[in-house]
């Protein structure tokens, strides 16, 4: 238990659906990140929050839509997604404080398999 | 471009020791940090590098060389409990995360 929960843990889901991911942070960290990861590929950072502003989108499609309401909670819309969406999306949080180093806390991930 | 570079799988018998290697290419360099993610789980930390030099926890060490750009994790006294899978990571000038694509350490009695 990493104080990062994320939900749904498995997710099924058609070409033309609308869904979302949830993560939630119990740690009181002010940065929060989306990952992608799929099978013998890097980690893929798709999304950083920090202070609850989005700071980083590296050029992810907009088929993925990330929302921050607040510092402990981070969305990830999805709609129209494709098959080769299909991965572990992994939530982590972090403490930023300028240089200082800061090691990620992640969730255990939500298994997307789009059909 | 950036890289990061490790061996994709590795096997190594309980009780053992086995050592992961870890070689970067990234624009700058902010610190090394390793990770272990059992099957289904996520990332946990294990350990962080920012001087050149050995760095020890327990059965686990980590080693760094930025001259090289080369890292290791050495894993000591193997349990069966230690096969996962083992990641390296790289924090470039603007402190971004890079990330490599994991070691598979597979423990055998």
């Known amino acids: 238990e990493t104080g990062v929960t994320q939900t749904p843990r498995h997710l099924v889901m058609g070409m033309t659906n609308k869904k979302s991911l949830k993560c939630e942070q119990h740690l009181g960290h002010n940065a929060m990140y989306w990952y992608k990861q799929s099978a013998k590929k890097p980690l893929e950072l798709m999304f950083v929050y920090s202070l609850e502003e989005r700071v980083e989108n590296n050029s992810v499609p907009s088929r993925f839509s990330p929302e921050c309401p607040n510092s402990s909670h981070l969305f990830l819309h999805l709609h129209t997604l494709q098959p080769e969406d299909s991965a572990l999306y992994l939530c982590?949080?972090?403490?930023?404080?300028?240089?200082?180093?800061?090691?990620?806390?992640f969730g255990p991930g939500t298994r997307l398999t789009v059909l | 471009g950036q890289n990061i570079d490790q061996p994709t799988e590795m096997t190594a018998t309980e009780g053992a020791i086995v050592q992961i290697n870890c070689t970067y290419q990234?624009?700058?360099?902010?610190?090394l940090f390793w990770y272990q993610q059992h099957a289904g789980e996520a990332p946990t930390f294990l350990s962080y590098?920012?001087l050149d030099g050995l760095e020890e926890k327990g059965r686990f060490s980590s080693f760094l060389s930025r001259s090289k750009g080369y890292s290791y994790l050495l894993l000591k006294e193997l349990q069966m409990k230690d096969s996962a899978s083992y990641l390296c990571?790289?924090?470039?000038?603007?402190?971004?995360?890079?990330w490599g694509a994991g070691t598979k350490l597979i423990i055998k009695p």
């Open positions: 982590a949080s972090s403490q930023e404080e300028g240089e200082a180093y800061n090691e990620q806390f």
């Open positions: 990571a790289v924090k470039d000038s603007n402190y971004q995360l890079i």
């Open positions: 990234t624009s700058g360099f902010n610190g």
């Open positions: 590098n920012v």
